[in-house]
């Protein structure tokens, strides 16, 4: 096995500031202490467990941010969601001298990305488009991978990672480690330093037996984990079909525009989870708080996809009528609405470079608001103010639709119809033999008998196309009990 650990030293820091490009000095507060600093705070002097009062003294430009565990575990989640599109065995740090941590085995993604530089440049160029500092380990076992990427920033020559590690090279990395690394046993690491140890390949030169009986039987089992003596089952995530992730802003954003860059890199993060799941989506929302209030931005789409550009120019049209009132300090977006991924083939001589008529009624509808597009759907009956409804425009669950028999050489010959039907049959006058609406009508073509609903109110008509007089054709019948005349269509 090949397991690859991925540290995030900042994790919960760059999950307030990977939303801006501004270099300022930014630092964590819990318990009123500094508990991570970037590195211009750093440099202003800002100390890591200094008071609060002592940071600002020394760097009066420093942003701020009380630290949120439940939003690094989402984060963290989040990420591990992301790995999954590298191998289906992603596991989370459980133990919590291992928070921040990722462990993926990635053994049986080395053909499909065909070599070990070529996935991990992936990796680290996403994770840096996504806004993360990180340090990666390698090795035959979860633990040890764990710790060259706890180990990685603490030597001057990180070990290169040119080919797929065997248990020797792994070991031999290992042994270069100073002892610091071991967090997890404080209490063992104060104890062997007192013996004279410095650096873990002294530790892993005594007998693991010896160390057992001064250490302990859970730090023996420890080391044979580490060293793959014995089994190490990790608990893989199970893919879930949520999408949720922020971004915080430095200061108050007041133009719906310079939202979009942001929005941007959170769609990225969007479709790499749809991807990675060979799902596609419908509808997902825009959440942007402003001070204690909380606007919501849905995005529906006619037809379920993933395609940024699309999310996007949606987008764009949606914040384009909304006026904020307060700053905005956080944007989110969520998703639940999914659908599996269909691929369709494409025709291989035909260039149509027109745009996709689903991806036009988004654009309509997002511009003209919701419940504007409608789609004109057949109905099995035979009075033409019945044989028709609209519904809301959905291609993925509209087909174009013939009528019995109208395939082939030998189609059918239906009656011609109008282009247009008024809402209601309007009445028409009748003077002398002759009928008359908005002038005189002249009958052309017809009768065409339509006789139906015996079971329950029947109807019998007769229609005609008539010609008004000033040219225009009109569709209207005759009601066959009553001898009344109606105007129910006009033709183009």
Not at 186 to 207: A, H
Not at 259 to 285: G, I, K, V
Request: charged share 20%; with cysteine; glycine share 6%.
């Amino acid at each position: 096995m090949l397991w690859l650990a991925i540290h995030l030293p900042l994790l919960p820091l760059e999950i307030f500031t990977r939303g801006s490009t501004d270099e300022l000095p930014c630092a964590v507060i819990q318990g009123q202490r500094v508990s991570y600093a970037n590195a211009q705070a750093l440099s202003n002097g800002v100390q890591i467990n200094s008071s609060l009062s002592t940071a600002l003294a020394l760097s009066p430009q420093l942003k701020t941010f009380e630290r949120a565990p439940s939003n690094e575990r989402q984060q963290l989640h989040n990420l591990a969601h992301w790995a999954y599109r590298f191998s289906p065995n992603v596991c989370i740090g459980q133990e919590a001298e291992e928070q921040h941590l990722l462990l993926v085995e990635i053994i049986g993604s080395l053909k499909l990305f065909k070599n070990l530089q070529n996935i991990l440049k992936v990796i680290s160029e996403e994770l840096n488009a996504l806004g993360f500092s990180f340090t990666i380990g390698l090795a035959h076992t979860p633990k040890a991978a764990a710790l060259l990427a706890f180990g990685s920033q603490l030597l001057s020559r990180p070990p290169p990672f040119e080919h797929v590690p065997s248990r020797d090279s792994s070991l031999q990395a290992l042994r270069q480690l100073p002892l610091s690394v071991l967090r997890s046993y404080p209490r063992v690491l104060d104890k062997l330093r007192k013996m004279g140890l410095s650096e873990f390949g002294q530790l892993l030169d005594l007998p693991t037996s010896a160390l057992g009986k001064r250490f302990g039987r859970d730090f023996q089992q420890y080391l044979q984990k580490l060293c793959g003596e014995c089994d190490d089952p990790q608990r893989a995530i199970k893919p879930i079909e949520r999408f949720a992730s922020q971004l915080f802003f430095l200061e108050p954003i007041e133009n719906t525009q310079m939202l979009l860059f942001p929005m941007q890199r959170l769609l990225d993060e969007f479709c790499h989870f749809l991807l990675a799941r060979q799902l596609q989506c419908n509808h997902f929302s825009w959440h942007l708080h402003q001070g204690g209030k909380q606007s919501q931005v849905d995005i529906r789409l006619g037809q379920a996809q993933v395609s940024k550009n699309n999310f996007l120019n949606l987008t764009r049209i949606q914040l384009e009528k909304l006026c904020l009132n307060q700053g905005v300090h956080t944007v989110e977006l969520r998703a639940n609405h999914f659908v599996p991924a269909n691929s369709h083939s494409q025709d291989l001589f035909t260039s149509n470079h027109s745009e996709p008529l689903d991806t036009l009624l988004d654009k309509l509808q997002a511009r003209l608001g919701q419940g504007t597009v409608y789609c004109i759907d057949c109905e099995p009956e035979h009075l033409p103010e019945q044989a028709s409804k609209t519904n809301a425009a959905r291609l993925s669950e509209t087909k174009p639709r013939s009528p019995a028999g109208s395939e082939g050489n030998n189609a059918t010959q239906y009656p011609t119809r109008p282009t247009w039907l008024l809402r209601e049959p309007v009445r028409i006058q009748q003077r002398e033999h002759c009928l008359y609406w908005r002038g005189k009508l002249d009958l052309l073509q017809g009768p065409e008998r339509i006789e139906t609903a015996w079971w329950k109110a029947p109807q019998q008509r007769d229609y005609y196309i008539a010609e008004h007089e000033q040219g225009c054709l009109y569709w209207v019948y005759q009601d066959i009990p009553s001898k009344t005349w109606y105007v129910q269509g006009l033709f183009a």
